[in-house]
């Protein structure tokens, strides 16, 4: 009699409890994040106090400094204070430049659970807010910088579940191909969850108002968004936008449905889509673009 025996060890499946530690486990904001949002948001606040704060970093004003003098926002002559940025680019905008700088060690690092090289991440996650925004601004939706930092950090689960990706990350891809599911859902099929829901943890560890938690948690089920939906319907297509590009692509990129209902949520036609796409390729692989400016 033959016996087969398999030597292979599956895997556990993380508990909750496991992904609140992990999520737990991230590094908080800076404190100078938390007082850049708090001054940014008071209408009495004054040019100075912004700068006062922000200077109080060499490295965060240096990486300021880049991002404002970055082809992004294409001024004639170079901004060299941060009190000319803020003058300049307005408190908003400051604000998403500080967030941007802030999370860039964390976003670029390798995720290697998700088939991710170090800085593609980052490189999604930043091109995803700068086409959220840009979208915000042609539908004419109220928060366009709401829409940048939601775009921004839409796929901030992925730094805390790759570490289960790297032994599940075949298994899902099978479940993908075999019921012909988006990769999302066979995330959480296999997993038992998925890393928008993880990023809706992290956002609410860093205190974010709801309906950017929910648009971090509804990205890919824009549908399911009751908060803000229109916010939400923007990261879905912003998201798909950058994929589409192939822009941090990884091993979800190619799994990735877009929802009519979010586009019809927007007004918008699906030419808005090329459209977009050939706006913003331009600009991103500028080698001087946003997108390199916080190195």
């Given at each position: 009699m033959n016996l087969k025996i398999s030597l292979r060890v599956r895997w556990v499946k993380p508990t909750l409890e496991r992904i609140v530690q992990d999520v737990q486990d991230l590094p908080a904001l800076p404190q100078i994040v938390e007082q850049v949002i708090r001054v940014t948001e008071d209408p009495d606040s004054t040019v100075k106090e912004l700068n006062d704060i922000i200077c109080q970093?060499?490295?965060?004003?240096?990486?300021?400094?880049?991002?404002?003098?970055?082809?992004?926002?294409?001024?004639?002559?170079?901004?060299?204070?941060?009190?000319?940025?803020?003058?300049?680019?307005?408190?908003?905008?400051?604000?998403?430049?500080?967030?941007?700088?802030?999370?860039?060690?964390?976003?670029?690092?390798?995720?290697?659970?998700?088939?991710?090289?170090?800085?593609e991440l980052w490189r999604h996650s930043i091109a995803c807010a700068m086409a959220a925004r840009l979208l915000a601004r042609q539908v004419r939706f109220p928060a366009p910088d709401q829409a940048f930092v939601a775009g921004l950090l839409h796929d901030i689960g992925k730094i805390v579940l790759s570490v289960y990706m790297q032994d599940a990350y075949l298994e899902i891809i099978n479940t993908v191909k075999e019921k012909r599911i988006p990769f999302s859902q066979a995330e959480k099929d296999v997993l038992g969850f998925t890393h928008a829901?993880?990023?809706?943890?992290?956002?609410?560890?860093?205190?974010?108002?709801?309906?950017?938690?929910?648009?971090?948690?509804?990205?890919?089920?824009?549908?399911?968004?009751?908060?803000?939906?229109?916010?939400?319907?923007?990261?879905?297509?912003?998201d798909a936008i950058c994929m589409m590009m192939g822009i941090g692509l990884g091993g979800d990129g190619l799994c990735y449905p877009v929802f009519p209902e979010a586009l019809s949520l927007l007004g918008l036609q699906q030419g808005i889509i090329e459209e977009l796409i050939d706006r913003l390729s331009d600009l991103f692989v500028d080698k001087n673009s946003f997108l390199d400016a916080t190195k």
């Open positions: 970093d060499q490295a965060l004003t240096a990486r300021i400094l880049r991002l404002a003098n970055s082809a992004y926002y294409g001024f004639p002559r170079r901004i060299s204070t941060v009190v000319e940025a803020i003058v300049i680019l307005g408190f908003n905008t400051i604000r998403n430049l500080v967030l941007a700088a802030s999370v860039y060690d964390l976003l670029s690092r390798e995720v290697p659970g998700y088939q991710l090289g170090k800085g829901e993880v990023g809706a943890k992290v956002a609410e560890k860093w205190n974010f108002p709801v309906p950017l938690v929910e648009a971090i948690a509804f990205h890919h089920e824009p549908t399911r968004a009751r908060e803000n939906a229109r916010l939400t319907a923007l990261v879905h297509i912003a």
